[in-house]
């Protein structure tokens, strides 16, 4: 059973930063990209960052310049870096996993984190 966990959330002062961290366990053989995503109360799932397995990144408009998201292969976990945090950055934000393969001759399947909750204080 393939899962992910994600850790490093918490409440911080505006400016603040934090770094997420997301490890995906189970049996493994590949996984192609791998993202944060938040949500807001009341708002809808949002992109914040991607990154595929040769290392491209993907960045929301809104976080580019603060936030960085690296991964560890060999772990198999995904890391988002938070910095000059802002209240509107408040959100419960979830590790995705996409086209996880268990074996080379199965098809990629996604998964998805629980959350962790970050909240920025003014």
């Known amino acids: 059973q393939v899962q992910l966990v994600e850790s490093g959330g918490g409440l911080v002062q505006a400016g603040g930063s934090l770094r997420l961290s997301c490890a995906v366990s189970?049996?493994?053989?590949?996984?192609?990209?791998m993202g944060w995503y938040r949500q807001a109360p009341g708002k809808q799932r949002e992109l914040v960052a991607t990154?595929?397995?040769?290392?491209?990144?993907k960045y929301a408009d809104s976080v580019k310049g603060r936030f960085t998201i690296s991964r560890d292969n060999a772990k198999n976990t995904v890391y988002l870096q938070m910095n000059s945090l802002k209240p509107g950055d408040t959100a419960d934000y979830y590790c995705?996993?996409?086209?996880?393969?268990?074996?080379?001759?199965?098809?990629?399947?996604?998964?998805w984190g629980k959350g962790t909750l970050v909240t920025v204080s003014s």
């Open positions: 990154i595929t397995s040769g290392g491209s990144t």
């Open positions: 189970g049996r493994i053989f590949s996984i192609n990209a």
């Open positions: 995705n996993a996409d086209n996880v393969r268990r074996n080379w001759y199965e098809n990629g399947m996604e998964f």
